[in-house]
């Protein structure tokens, strides 16, 4: 069989957005299944059954990656690790640089109580790493430059993972004047009608939990895939910093996941125009786009994706695409799949947030 690439965006059915991400692909005879993110604890069963159904009931899954901590990424990954023989789980677990981050924590003065601390705030994490040492799997760490399989992991450096758990909200400390205005103005948010190329986005960055999320880049089939998780406007930058190491020419992206289920915060004109090129003249015709964009959002979520982003991606050329409703895939000489069809991308938004 010549060479292929299938990667499934799964419908996370909760009132909230979240990422299951199973992908499999055959270079030069040799196939790999890899799964990034498994959404909430009840995803974990069907990330399993798609998996059995679609990519032949393997017993083995070469890797498993958590791009961040959050509860809609990596929770349901513990059924993963129950079901399968797993090669490898690649996540950053916080703990292991206490020794090099105490002195930046006034209130704790021991590397022992900074570990217990830090496993108490990110206890998904906790959790995935006891499953995977009672089973013996290896656990990797995807800092920029890692190689898992085909991927590459783009973002995020060693140096600034560690910045992000400093400045971390996890990290006790009383809310700010700024972030209660923000909250407040995230609830009054309205729509104004808008004319094609316009694009107003969140003044602000991304949380840091979202900054610290694994960026992974992969050209699979002449393809050029970008899996960027809830990464925000600093860890997007730092990626595309680093794509000349990999002979990657930006604009020039074929197939990207959008950051954050759709969000304000995580993109930017400045960051599009780097990633998949500049604002065209007027939206391609059907079957023309450039691009294609996929967005994991869940049809209860009322507040992803917002107009803006998806109105921002078109204005480049892509075919969004969304879970709203149903799981997704993309792929290249991937095998057929009775009822799966080609779907059509997501109308081009008249009106966007204030």
């Not at 959050?70 to 950053?92: P, Q």
């Not at 995807?142 to 990290?171: C, N, W």
């Not at 992803?304 to 969304?322: D, E, L, N, Q, Y």
Request: hydrophobic content about 40%.
């Amino acid at each position: 069989m010549a060479d292929f690439f299938e990667i499934d965006f799964l419908d996370v059915e909760s009132d909230k957005s979240g990422d299951a991400i199973p992908l499999r692909y055959q270079i030069a005879g040799t196939t790999r299944i890899h799964v990034t993110d498994g959404g909430f604890l009840s995803t974990g069963d069907t990330v399993v059954e798609h998996i059995n159904k679609y990519y032949d009931s393997p017993s083995f899954l070469d890797a498993i990656i958590v791009s961040h901590p959050d509860g809609d990424h990596a929770v349901g990954l513990r059924k993963l690790l129950e079901e399968y023989e797993i090669g490898e789980l690649w996540m950053l677990r916080p703990w292991l640089y206490a020794d090099e981050l105490i002195d930046r924590f006034s209130r704790l003065t021991s590397v022992e109580n900074l570990k217990k601390r830090l496993k108490e705030l990110y206890p998904n994490l906790a959790a995935l790493e006891e499953l995977a040492l009672a089973k013996a799997v290896p656990i990797r760490e995807p800092f920029q430059g890692s190689r898992i399989g085909a991927f590459t992991v783009m973002a995020p450096t060693k140096a600034r993972y560690l910045d992000l758990i400093v400045e971390s909200e996890k990290t006790p400390v009383p809310i700010t004047a700024d972030e209660q205005i923000r909250k407040l103005w995230e609830k009054a948010i309205t729509f104004i009608r808008a004319a094609w190329g316009e694009e107003t986005f969140a003044t602000e960055d991304t949380s840091s939990e979202n900054n610290m999320s694994i960026i992974q880049y992969a050209n699979l089939c002449g393809k050029k895939i970008l899996l960027t998780a809830d990464a925000g406007r600093a860890a997007l930058t730092e990626a595309a910093d680093f794509a000349p190491y990999l002979d990657l020419t930006l604009p020039g992206i074929d197939r990207i996941q959008v950051p954050h289920h759709g969000s304000r915060h995580n993109v930017s004109t400045e960051l599009l125009n780097r990633w998949v090129g500049p604002k065209l003249s007027s939206k391609p015709n059907s079957g023309e786009e450039l691009f294609t964009a996929i967005v994991s959002a869940a049809k209860k979520d009322n507040h992803h994706p917002r107009k803006s982003v998806v109105r921002a991606f078109i204005h480049r050329g892509a075919k969004v695409i969304t879970t709203e409703g149903g799981s997704k895939r993309t792929g290249h000489n991937a095998p057929d799949r009775t009822g799966w069809v080609t779907v059509e991308g997501v109308p081009y938004p008249d009106e966007q947030e204030n």
